[in-house]
């Protein structure tokens, strides 16, 4: 059974930093692009970044490229985002999410629960 | 980015009747690249379809999706108690990828 299992949410400052790790168990790891996502409360949807099976490619969307990192361990099975300089806005609850490959893209087949981080004083 | 306006916000049905959700892009969406997601309250969304009209493994036959280009339908023949949720539909055929800001289905 595919497990996807977020940790390190919490309170923080804005300005601060907090990372984030999810463990991922049921499926071989290092053979999946992995991504996360995040919900604002009451809002939709937005993907924040992924990366490839080796850690080589990754992307960010704009509004956290330059404060965040995607990162992982193929070694421990782990998913990780270190999220710095942040903002009110960054609130949200973020989810780790396994891509499955469709020839050149990949949609979102499997998530974690989720976790919360808060930016306010 | 492609924007993806998903209509009605509120959808207020019935069980036993059929429910239509539809989403729109701003722009194509390539090789039909359209995913439909399932979310209850307090849980993380659930995968229901992918490349527009195909079912994700488990998902019952009365959830189907159609459409390409711009233009995407989600439908639930007949709804069950267990379905009112809210949907949103997502695109990967581009990046970076987006998604819809959601319908919530409820209980009329």
């Known amino acids: 059974e595919v497990q996807l299992v977020e940790s390190g949410g919490g309170l923080v400052q804005p300005g601060g930093s907090l990372r984030l790790s999810c463990a991922a168990s049921?499926?071989?790891?290092?053979?999946?692009?992995m991504s996360w996502v995040r919900q604002a409360p009451g809002k939709g949807l937005e993907w924040v970044a992924n990366i490839k099976q080796d850690g080589s490619e990754f992307s960010y969307v704009d509004s956290v490229r330059g404060r965040f990192t995607i990162s992982r361990d193929n070694a421990k099975n782990s998913l990780h985002l270190q999220m710095n300089s942040l903002r009110a806005e960054d609130t949200a609850v973020y989810y780790c999410?396994?891509?499955?490959?469709?020839?050149?893209?990949?949609?979102?087949?499997?998530w974690g629960q989720g976790a919360l981080v808060t930016v306010s004083s | 980015e492609i924007v993806l306006t998903q209509s009605p916000g509120t959808l207020s049905l019935s069980p036993g009747e059929r429910a239509t959700l539809s989403c729109r892009a701003s722009q194509s969406v390539s090789s039909s690249y359209l995913a439909w997601y399932q979310q209850k309250p307090g849980q993380a969304p659930r995968l229901l379809i992918y490349?527009?009209?195909s079912r994700a493994t488990g998902i019952p036959d009365r959830f189907s999706g159609s459409g390409s280009g711009t233009d995407f339908t989600l439908t639930i023949s007949r709804l069950e108690p267990e379905d009112f949720a809210v949907y949103s539909c997502?695109?990967?055929?581009?990046?970076?990828?987006?998604f819809g800001q959601g319908t919530k289905l409820e209980i009329k």
């Open positions: 999410v396994r891509e499955k490959v469709v020839t050149i893209s990949s949609y979102f087949d499997y």
């Open positions: 490349g527009a009209s």
């Open positions: 049921g499926f071989t790891f290092s053979g999946y692009w």
């Open positions: 997502q695109q990967y055929g581009s990046s970076p990828y987006t």
